[in-house]
């Protein structure tokens, strides 16, 4: 098992930024791909980006350039830095662990309980 806990969501204006942090705990971090989902009301979930240790990164074409995701093995925490926000960014962000490859379906093995998102206009 491996259980996974986000926080540093909040509100921010447009254009501003902010840094979610994903600890997880339970098995080997560093095996493991990690990565962030997004859903908005009334929109399915959306892989924002995700990050397989020493391999690939995936970013969603809506945040490329804007969004950065790392990961600190020694602390078992992902990030997700998030910059030049927009409204359009505004959801329910979550934490995702599986073994095995990056997939952007919501396959994943793990999910954090969500933390949220809002970007005023």
């Known amino acids: 098992q491996v259980q996974l806990v986000e926080s540093g969501g909040g509100l921010v204006q447009a254009g501003g930024s902010l840094r979610l942090s994903c600890a997880a705990s339970?098995?080997?971090?560093?095996?493991?791909?990690m990565g962030w989902f997004r859903q908005a009301p009334g929109k399915e979930r959306e892989l924002v980006a995700s990050?397989?240790?020493?391999?690939?990164?995936y970013y969603a074409d809506s945040v490329k350039g804007r969004f950065t995701i790392s990961r600190d093995n020694a602390k078992n925490t992902v990030y997700l830095q998030m910059n030049s926000l927009k409204a359009e960014d505004t959801a329910v962000y979550y934490c995702v662990a599986r073994a095995g490859v990056l997939i952007t379906t919501p396959k994943w093995d793990y999910w954090g309980q969500g933390t949220q998102v809002t970007v005023s206009s």
């Open positions: 339970g098995r080997t971090f560093s095996n493991y791909a």
């Open positions: 990050n397989r240790n020493g391999g690939s990164t």
